[in-house]
């Protein structure tokens, strides 16, 4: 009994050690080289430029739509108002909705079509390969050079097109397959919850990616709110439906085939944050099975591609990401048997060990928030804690994406619920209005509250045992799945 539980422990441990290294590595190249790093995400300045004196590339816009009657019409006006010759850009709206947006889409479209932007509204009796096949067969309607992608939520300024292609410059170098923005939040944030979601995902904008692009690393592209060379798109194979990922998948699979991504931290697309924990559980179950799927499909290659990727341990880390989580969740399972079992001299190094996924974590956000510029306060203090405890509340959630994801190809693709709901006519109010779109309860949520109670039990167990100092770490696990639980609950009662 104590060897197994010793060997199992341990290994979760030194697996978490190693991710919390990789992060803390991560960091510290951050920190030495921030002033560098701040300058090189975008490599050459945002800078004014007439259009009259060259040719600009052209540029598709297609943005993928399915059952979105609260979003259609903001995503469908914003793209169609860039600041580009009106010769040089076209509109797709890829539409496989079966709800009332085709109706809203159809009058928008007729509308802008009529003040000159070339806008077709295609339409699909199937949903085959969800978003990638929706892209794909858009694809086949266009002849132009460079494709913009926009998913429903997100709201691209005027300048949006102009900015990236013409006074950046982003595709002047040919190994450029893709450009990609930085997501910024296009309404306020408020609340305990939407805060933290808006620290996570900076976090990753705002550190990870910059530091990335500065070490070489891959750049990848995050689905929506970017530009891509139609050219690399076609010869790294298009966009394929066997992961849920589609945006990672191909962004490797073009460094796998020598091009380059490019990330431009000072140009901001705004979006919208998942409106409550259903929709973000939704999201990041999604997320995590794509990623195990990526991993899975692509880690053998990349960790074989020899000079081509030059950092493979690195990118291997990177694909495998979303592990963390179930590795935490056997973490909690086996913590109160480690403390009961586990030589007590071993059991101290390998917390030693684990503390570094902490100590990374924690540095992570409060590194993430001296970037925003915000200064520091109790509250600062209290969402850097929450934000923390949202992570790793999602264990449950992410470790059911992660094991879905290992065992399964593809999968259909589950859309995030938008809270927006944007209209300029009152007939298109009315075909917009009513229910508005929810996530249902999923079964990850009696999961939580499951392995919440055995949190409570484990605590009572070590108490009982002589061994209160312990039982505090179970406790905190228990309150993090408790913050999940409740967040469900109170929009069931809503």
Not at 241 to 262: I, N
Not at 325 to 349: G, K, M
Not at 445 to 473: K, P, R, T
């Amino acid at each position: 009994m104590s060897f197994v539980i010793t060997l199992l422990y341990g290994t979760a441990a030194l697996i978490l050690a190693a991710f919390g290294f990789w992060e803390l590595r991560m960091l510290v190249h951050f920190l030495r080289n921030r002033d560098a790093i701040r300058g090189t995400s975008s490599e050459e300045p945002v800078r004014p430029v007439s259009t009259d004196a060259i040719d600009p590339p052209t540029v598709t816009i297609q943005i993928p739509l399915y059952n979105e009657r609260t979003a259609a019409e903001q995503i469908i006006r914003a793209a169609s108002a860039q600041d580009y010759p009106h010769d040089r850009f076209d509109v797709q709206v890829l539409d496989d909705s079966t709800d009332e947006t085709p109706q809203i889409v159809a009058k928008v479209v007729e509308e802008v079509r009529a003040t000159g932007i070339r806008i077709e509204h295609l339409r699909r009796d199937n949903r085959q390969g969800y978003k990638a096949g929706a892209l794909a067969e858009g694809l086949e309607r266009s002849t132009s050079e460079l494709v913009a992608v926009f998913d429903a939520d997100f709201v691209p300024e005027p300048g949006f097109l102009r900015r990236l292609v013409l006074e950046a410059r982003a595709f002047d170098d040919p190994a450029i397959a893709f450009v990609q923005a930085r997501w910024a939040w296009g309404s306020a944030v408020e609340g305990w919850l939407p805060s933290a979601l808006a620290l996570l995902l900076d976090r990753h904008f705002r550190v990870q990616k910059p530091t990335r692009a500065f070490s070489g690393s891959v750049t990848t592209f995050n689905g929506s709110g970017g530009i891509w060379r139609r050219e690399a798109i076609d010869s790294a194979g298009g966009w394929t439906s066997d992961t849920l990922t589609e945006d990672l998948d191909l962004s490797y699979r073009c460094a796998l085939d020598g091009w380059r991504g490019r990330y431009l931290a000072d140009v901001m697309v705004q979006n919208e944050l998942p409106g409550h924990m259903r929709a973000f559980k939704l999201q990041q179950r999604r997320w995590s099975r794509g990623s195990a799927q990526c991993f899975r499909k692509l880690t053998g290659r990349v960790m074989s591609a020899g000079k081509v990727v030059r950092h493979r341990w690195d990118e291997a880390f990177m694909l495998a990401g979303y592990a963390i989580h179930p590795l935490l969740l056997a973490s909690l399972i086996l913590w109160p048997w480690a403390v009961l079992y586990v030589d007590r001299t071993l059991f101290w190094v390998l917390q030693g060990f684990m503390s570094l996924g902490i100590v990374a974590a924690m540095l992570s956000f409060m590194i993430t928030v001296h970037e925003r510029g915000e200064p520091w306060s109790l509250g600062t203090l209290v969402r850097v804690v929450v934000s923390l405890c949202v992570g790793m509340g999602l264990m449950v959630n992410n470790t059911v994406g992660q094991i879905q994801g290992f065992t399964t190809s593809g999968g259909e693709f589950v859309r995030t619920p938008k809270q927006k709901r944007v209209s300029t006519d009152g007939a298109m109010a009315a075909l917009g209005a009513g229910r508005a779109y929810s996530s249902p309860l999923h079964w990850t949520f009696f999961a939580e509250v499951l392995v919440m109670a055995y949190c409570v039990a484990g605590a009572a167990l070590l108490i009982q045992q002589g061994e209160g100092l312990w039982s505090l770490a179970m406790l905190f696990w228990g309150a993090c799945l408790g913050l999940m639980v409740q967040q469900q609950m109170a929009q069931s009662l809503a």
